[in-house]
């Protein structure tokens, strides 16, 4: 599939969104958690707590909706700084009670109106990034979907990052990079194969960790298996120290870029 049939596809309406992963990982245990404490409670994230096997998780996912009203309520997926704050509010509290964190990240970029900007909407996104990367309990961060800007890097500062093989992960959308480079929005698929952005370009950059095939009618099968792997990286890290975790998460974002090579317009066109 060539880049934009990948964008494409992570927009897809009938895609499985973070409830469909959080329901079939948990069979039925979690326990949603609102607000941030501060401002109000952002639905465009759902976070709580849940069983994955015998393991307690702290599971906070960027969530759509599945039609229109639920995507209106939910802001499309597109969160506001308390949505962050919420996220990072049962994370600390994770870290507390040693819950390993599991972040499904599916947006096309925080919410970026007015009344984000008036409260806060990049410090939110920063202090994710800073508290997450000595937070002293493991994370693990799967792109579903889109995997837009800082609003999706806020939940993927973690000791691994995996993608769904449709899924696509990116500073920028392909239409708004070829609104800045072309000036024309309808160059978005030289844009998106410009960009590097589906899971086999960052699998090959080491931008993430496992790329995770797209279930095709057996969904069943595709939780079954990426529960287990989920417990046994789970059980990798923890098992680790304190020190052994921050130190592994630091060195994964420390040594982007040493292996990448510099592509040619003509070569991200093959």
């Excluded at 939910?74 to 964190?101: C, D, I, T, W």
């Excluded at 109106?113 to 002293?136: D, P, V």
């Excluded at 046994?232 to 974002?253: A, G, I, P, V």
Aim: aromatic share 8%.
């Amino acid at each position: 599939m060539k880049a934009v049939e990948r964008v494409m596809a992570a927009r897809a309406s009938d895609r499985m969104t973070a409830t469909d992963y959080i329901n079939a990982l948990t069979n039925g245990t979690f326990l949603e958690f609102h607000g941030d404490r501060r401002y109000a409670d952002d639905r465009a994230i759902k976070a709580g707590l849940g069983m994955i096997d015998n393991i307690p998780v702290t599971i906070i996912g960027l969530e759509k909706g599945k039609n229109t009203q639920e995507r209106v309520a939910r802001n499309f997926g597109s969160a506001h700084p308390e949505g962050y704050r919420k996220a990072l509010r049962l994370m600390k509290q994770a870290e507390k009670f040693r819950r390993p964190v599991l972040c499904l990240v599916d947006t096309s970029g925080a919410f970026c109106g007015i009344g984000a900007e008036e409260r806060g909407q990049g410090q939110a996104i920063a202090e994710n990034l800073m508290e997450m990367m000595t937070l002293k309990t493991p994370i693990l961060s799967i792109l579903i979907g889109e995997g837009g800007s800082g609003g999706a890097l806020a939940l993927a500062v973690a000791n691994e990052v995996w993608m769904l093989e449709n899924a696509v992960y990116s500073v920028i959308s392909p239409e708004g990079c070829a609104s800045i480079l072309w000036k024309d929005a309808n160059k978005m698929a030289e844009a998106a194969q410009c960009l590097r952005m589906t899971s086999h370009d960052l699998l090959t950059m080491e931008v993430i960790e496992r790329i995770i095939p797209e279930p095709e009618e057996d969904k069943a099968e595709f939780f079954a298996t990426l529960k287990a792997q989920i417990i046994e990286t789970l059980h990798k890290y923890q098992s680790m120290t304190d020190e052994e975790l921050t130190e592994n998460r630091y060195k994964r974002f420390r040594k982007y870029g040493q292996t990448v090579k510099i592509y040619s317009f003509e070569e991200s066109n093959m």
